[in-house]
């Protein structure tokens, strides 16, 4: 056995965070993405749980910096289908004799390795799944064997994630780890981050680039 892979689904950056364009400026959210892609990876990096990193994408600068920090790049052929491109690497990850796999997206730059190292601590079923606060989504699974279940990501995918892992007859566990609660999606979320002590990339482009100055200004005026 491997033990636990850490995989990571990530858009080409110019594609990403399109919700953000009411604040932002287009390579403004790429380089956002780029910047909490990194956090995720340093936390990673650090868990003492996590034996491997997979890295699913279609994009090749994304996988040659990947490649560059010593992970494993999976190469996205879904067409942009995320579940299937999950399904894929899954199996892949499973082919590589890994005992779990942890799925979990770039774009929660706020999560620490302690934080994955709780999680994965706390897994004790055959699918855990920690739900976003928000919408219902899913920002972390952990899945024993790695390929258990087939993945839902979407609105409401943490309790179609339970569902489709009891229809398999897996053991199911929701974890509410506050850690794992918010990933950045939304101009209210980029105010949120900018008040967090953690995420050091992430911050530190905000700050460099003028947004937190930029998004300060609309809060207050808002706010008058």
Do not use: Y
Request: aromatic content about 4%; some cysteine; hydrophobic content about 45%.
């Amino acid at each position: 056995m491997s033990g636990v892979w850490a995989l990571i689904p990530v858009k080409a950056p110019e594609q990403a965070k399109s919700r953000l364009l009411s604040v932002l400026q287009p390579h403004e959210c790429a380089m956002l993405s780029r910047s909490m892609f990194m956090d995720v990876l340093h936390a990673l990096e650090n868990a003492a749980s996590i034996s491997d990193i997979g890295v699913l994408t279609d994009d090749q600068d994304v996988a040659a910096l990947a490649r560059q920090l010593g992970h494993h790049v999976i190469e996205d052929n879904s067409g942009g289908n995320l579940c299937d491109g999950l399904d894929c690497a899954a199996r892949f990850i499973a082919e590589q004799k890994a005992s779990s796999v942890l799925v979990m997206p770039g774009d929660i730059p706020t999560v620490s390795a302690a934080n994955i190292d709780e999680l994965i601590t706390r897994h004790s079923a055959e699918l855990s799944v920690c739900p976003a606060i928000r919408d219902g989504g899913t920002n972390a699974l952990v899945c024993t064997p790695p390929d258990a279940v087939q993945f839902k990501f979407g609105k409401n995918s943490a309790q179609r994630h339970l569902d489709a892992g009891e229809q398999a007859g897996l053991k199911v566990e929701r974890l509410a780890l506050s850690a794992f609660f918010r990933d950045i999606d939304l101009p209210a979320d980029l105010a949120w981050l900018m008040n967090q002590s953690s995420a050091d990339n992430t911050i530190r482009f905000l700050r460099q680039s003028g947004i937190t100055a930029r998004l300060n200004t609309i809060l207050l005026s808002a706010s008058a």
